[in-house]
T-cell receptor, first 117, second 113 residues
Framework: GAGVSQSPSNKVTEKGKDVELRCDPI?????LYWYRQSLGQGLEFLIY????????KSGLPSDRFSAERTGGSVSTLTIQRTQQEDSAVYLC???????????????FGPGTRLTVL | KNQVEQSPQSLIILEGKNCTLQ??????????LRWYKQDTGRGPVSLTI?????NTKSNGRYTATLDADTKQSSLHITASQLSDSASYIC????????????FGAGTTVTVRA
C-alpha cells in the first residue's frame, strides 16, 4: 500500500518568504508527526496530531512555525518569514495506534529538503 | 543536551564483514528503544524495537541488544552487504509520552566492495 508522502521533495526559498510543506499520511493512521532533521543532528520533534485531540505543539521552535491537519488526514507545516537557520529536512510520520504499549511504529515520509538563501 | 548518544559517528567496512554500532541514552523513565535505518534521501525505516524487559531482538542480519541497567544498546550487522550503507539511528521513547521520540544523531555506515 501507499506510504507516507510529502511534497515538495525540495524547496529553495529566499529569506523572509513563507513556505508550506505538505504531508499525506498512510490511510487510516490517526497520528501524524512532524520532525526536523538538521545536518549532523538527530531528528527534532516539532508537533504531534492525534485524532480530534488538541495537537502537541511543544516542539515548534518559534511562532513562525505552525501546522494544521484538515479532516484528520493531510497536514501542512507552514514556516513564515523563513530564516537561514530554518534550512533542514522536514520529515513527516504517521502511526496507527500511538497510545498502545509500546507505541506503534512511526512510518516516515521521504522528507522535504528546505533551503533558505 | 541530546539524551541519546551514538558512536561511532561513521564507519567504513568491507562487504561481508560484521560491525557493531553503539547507543547510550539517559531518557527516563524509559519505555522502548528502536533502531531505524535511513537511506540517503529517504525517511527512516524501523528495524527493531525492544521494551525495557527485552535484551535482544533480531531482524535478519540485524541484531539489537539492550542493557536497561546501564542504558546501553548496540546494533550488530552480520555479513554486511552494499545495501546496508545507510545511517542507523537509535531512538528512545518515554514511558509517559510514548509518541515523543528522542533520536540519536545516527551512525553513517559505508559498505565497500
Amino acid at each position: 500500500g501507499a506510504g507516507v508522502s510529502q511534497s515538495p521533495s525540495n524547496k529553495v526559498t529566499e529569506k523572509g518568504k513563507d513556505v508550506e510543506l505538505r504531508c499525506d499520511p498512510i490511510s487510516g493512521h490517526t497520528a501524524l508527526y512532524w520532525y526536523r532533521q538538521s545536518l549532523g543532528q538527530g531528528l527534532e520533534f516539532l508537533i504531534y496530531f492525534q485524532g480530534n485531540s488538541a495537537p502537541d505543539k511543544s516542539g515548534l521552535p518559534s511562532d513562525r512555525f505552525s501546522a494544521e491537519r484538515t479532516g484528520g488526514s493531510v497536514s501542512t507545516l507552514t514556516i513564515q518569514r523563513t530564516q537561514q537557520e530554518d534550512s533542514a529536512v522536514y520529515l513527516c510520520a504517521s502511526s496507527l495506534r500511538p497510545d498502545s504499549h509500546p507505541p506503534d511504529t512511526q512510518y516516515f515520509g521521504p522528507g522535504t529538503r528546505l533551503t533558505v538563501l | 543536551k541530546n539524551q541519546v548518544e551514538q558512536s561511532p559517528q561513521s564507519l567504513i567496512i568491507l562487504e561481508g564483514k560484521n560491525c557493531t554500532l553503539q547507543c547510550n541514552y539517559t531518557v527516563s523513565p524509559f519505555s522502548n528503544l528502536r533502531w531505524y535505518k535511513q537511506d540517503t534521501g529517504r525517511g527512516p525505516v524501523s528495524l527493531t524495537i525492544m521494551t525495557f524487559s527485552e535484551n535482544t531482538k533480531s531482524n535478519g542480519r540485524y541484531t539489537a541488544t539492550l542493557d536497561a541497567d546501564t542504558k546501553q544498546s548496540s546494533l550488530h550487522i552480520t555479513a554486511s552487504q552494499l545495501s546496508d550503507s545507510a545511517s542507523y539511528i537509535c531512538v528512545v521513547s518515554l514511558r509517559s509520552e510514548g509518541y515523543k521520540l528522542s533520536f540519536g544523531a545516527g551512525t553513517t555506515v559505508t559498505v565497500r566492495a
